[in-house]
C-alpha cells in the first residue's frame, strides 16, 4: 500500500513536471501575475500621483555657525519638484506655516487637515553635527506627518523622494552608517496602517485569484484529463483502492501547492519592489500559508467538480464559475474594506474565509472590533475549522463520485 | 475448477438488459476468444470479472473470489489492458511499464526492472525505452501496454481488443506477443476482438455474444462442427444474422 502510493505521487508529479501547461501554471503564472499586478501599480504611480499634488514644510532648524541643514533639505525637495524624472515632480511646496513645538504641528495636521506635512526639528543640524558612528539606536530627525485619507501613493512618493535626499550629498559626507541610522520618521495619524492595509487587501486578492487558478490545470489532467486519454481504466484496475488513489492524487496535487507557493513568494518580492512596500518576511509567510490553504480547498472543491463533470471541457467551465465568480466578489471585498463582522451568506464562499484569517492575522488591532465571536483568536480559529470542514467535505463528496460505476466510460 | 467461473450472470444498465444469464468456465492456461458485434456485451463482461461493474444478478468468481466484493486480490494476479487505452504520454516507454508493475505487484523492484527490460526486449523497443511514448507510433504504443500488463507477472490477462485501431503490421507484433505470452509464459488470457482470423490465430475456444447472450461456446472445431459450419465466420454471421430475423445486411 505505501509502495502503491509513493509510485503513485511519483509518477504524477514526474508526469506534471513534463507537462507545460501545468508547469505554466504553477510556477510562471503567479510570478507574472505578481509581476503584472506590479507593474500596473508601478506605471499608476509613477504616472499620476505627484502632478498637482501640494506638501507642507515646517522648518525650524536653528542650523548652527556654518550651515542649516533644514534649509539646505527644504532646497533639494524644491529642485525635486522640478526635475522631470523625480518621482514628485510637480508636486507644490507650502512653506507658510509656522508654528512653535511639534505638538502644535501634529494638531495642523490631525485638526485642521494640513497634509502630508514635513516637520524638521529646531535642532535637526545639531543632532546631525554630534551624531557619532558609533551610536546605534536610529535617531528620528525630521518626520512627515499624514492622514489615511491623504494619496496615499503621493505620501509613498514624498516619503521615497525624502530619503533620496537624506542619503545623498551633502547628508551623506560622514558615514555609511551615518547615513542608515540617520532617518525619516513617519507618522500616519487616525487609523494606523490603514493604507498597508489597502495594499494587503489588493495582494489577498491577488493571491487567491492565483491560488484558485492554479490547481485547476493539475486536477483537470489528473481526473478528467485520465478518462479523455483513456488511462483511467487501466489505473482502476490495478489492485489498489479508489479511495487511495484519490489520496494520491490529492497528495501530488498538495505537493505541487508548495511548488507553487515557493514561486509565489519570488513573485511577491518582485511586487513589492515594484509598488515600493515593504512586505515583512512575517506578513509574505502569513500571505503565502493562507495562499496554500486555499489551493488546498480550490483542489478540494475543484475535484468534485471534475468527477461530476463529463470531460475536462465541462469541468473547466464549471470550475471557472464556481470559483472566479466568487473569488472576485470575494477580492473587492478584500480590497475595498474588511471581510462582514456577521455571519452572513457570503461565508459560504470558503474564500471569504481565507481571507478573513489572512486580514485578522495581519491586522489583529484594526479588526478587534469587528470580529464574529468577540475574540480575535477564536475568530482565527473558527475560519480554519470552516475551511478544513469544507476539504473533508468535498474530499467525501469526489470520493463518491469517483467510486461510481459511470466513472467509466460505456 | 476453472480460474474463472460465471453462473447464471445478468448485468442492467436501467432497464438496459446488457447481459443476459451468462454461464461460462475459463481453464487455467487457455486463450479464450471473445466475439460479438459492437455492444454485444464484450467490455462489459470484462468489467465485471475485474470487479470495475457490479454483477446485477449471478454468481461470478475469480480465482475463486467473487470481484463485486473483494477485486484486489484479483486484480494483483490479474491485469487488464481496456479497450482504447492509451499509456501516459509523458512517461518513457520504461516508466510506464514500471509503473504498472510497481502498483499491482509486489516483488523487488530490481527484480521489476529486470522483467521490464526484458519485456522490452521482447516487444523489440531496446533502446527506445527511455523515450517519452508520446513519440511512438500506435502499434509501439499498443505492444507497451501489453508488456505493462504482464511485468507484475499476472497469471490472469484480460485484453480488450487488443489490436483494434492499429496498422495491419502493428496488429500482427502484437499478435506474436499475445503467442509468445501464452507459449512461453503459460497466462491465461481473454480476449475480445472483431477480426476472425485473430480468432483462429489465436484462440483455443471462443465464446460468441450476440445481444448480450453467450449463443455459442467452444473450440473453433467444436463449433464448426455443432454448427455445421466451414468457419467461424460463417457461424458468426448465421448467429448474428438470426438476431436480426434474416433481413438483408
Ligand atoms: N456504463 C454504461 N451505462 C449504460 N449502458 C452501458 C454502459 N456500458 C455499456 N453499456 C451498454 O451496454 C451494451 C454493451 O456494451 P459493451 O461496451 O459491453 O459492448 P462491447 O461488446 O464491448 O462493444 P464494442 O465492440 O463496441 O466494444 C452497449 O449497448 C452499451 O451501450
Ligand atoms: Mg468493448
Known sequence: MRRQLTTLIVQELKQAMRNKSLVFMFIVFPLFMWGLQGGVQFLAVSNTSSEGETFYVINRDLGNSTVNLGELLVKELDAMTRINASIIYGSVINTTLQVDSFSQAVSLVKEKGISPLLYIPENFTTVYDNFTDTESSVVPAVTLLSRPDDNALFVNDLSTALQIVLSSSPFTKVTYHKVTSFKLERIVFEGEGEESFFLLGLIAFIATLIAVQAPASYISAAFSGEREKHTLEALLALPMRRIDILLGKVIAAFILTLVFAVSNIFGMVVFSKLVRADLSPYQMFVVTLVLVITSFVATGLGISITSFAKDSKTANTVYQFVMLIPTIFVGFSAIFGTVPDKLTWVYLIPWMHTIAVLQKILFPQILSNSTLTGNIILDIVFHLVYLFLFVMVSFIVAARLFARESILKS | ?249
Not at chain 2, 470481484?67 to 494483483?76: A, C, D, E, G, Q
Not at chain 2, 509486489?106 to 522483467?115: F, N, Q, T, Y
Request: aromatic share 6%; glycine share 10%.
Open chain 2, 1 to 249: 475448477m476453472g480460474i474463472i467461473e460465471i453462473r447464471g450472470l445478468n448485468k442492467f444498465f436501467g432497464s438496459f438488459h446488457a447481459l443476459k444469464d451468462i454461464d461460462l468456465t475459463i481453464r487455467e492456461g487457455e486463450v479464450f476468444g471473445l466475439l460479438g458485434l459492437n455492444g454485444a456485451g464484450k467490455t462489459t463482461l470484462i468489467r465485471i470479472l475485474m470487479g470495475l461493474l457490479n454483477p446485477s444478478s449471478g454468481s461470478v468468481r475469480v480465482f475463486g473470489i467473487d470481484p463485486s466484493t473483494n477485486p484486489l486480490p484479483i486484480r494483483k494476479r490479474a491485469s487488464l489492458l481496456p479497450q482504447e487505452c492509451q499509456a501516459y504520454e509523458n512517461l518513457t516507454a520504461m516508466e510506464n511499464i514500471l509503473y504498472y508493475g510497481l502498483m499491482q505487484s509486489e516483488a523487488p523492484k530490481e527484480e521489476l526492472i529486470e522483467r521490464a527490460n526484458y519485456l522490452i526486449d521482447l516487444i523489440g523497443l531496446k533502446g527506445r525505452e527511455n523515450q517519452l511514448t508520446k513519440k511512438f507510433s500506435g502499434g509501439m504504443k499498443r505492444k507497451v501496454l501489453v508488456a505493462r500488463s504482464v511485468v507484475g507477472n499476472p497469471d490472469l490477462l484480460f485484453l480488450d481488443e487488443p489490436t483494434t485501431g492499429i496498422d495491419v503490421l502493428g496488429a500482427r507484433k502484437v499478435r506474436n506477443l499475445i503467442q509468445k505470452l501464452s507459449r512461453n509464459e503459460k497466462k491465461t488470457i481473454i480476449l475480445t476482438t472483431h477480426d476472425l482470423t485473430e480468432i483462429n490465430l489465436l484462440c483455443d475456444r471462443v465464446g460468441i455474444l450476440v445481444d448480450g447472450e453467450l449463443k455459442a461456446i467452444g473450440t473453433p472445431d467444436e463449433l464448426e462442427g455443432q454448427f455445421q459450419a466451414a468457419n467461424i465466420e460463417d457461424i458468426f454471421s448465421s448467429l448474428v444474422e438470426g438476431r436480426i430475423g434474416g433481413d438483408e445486411e
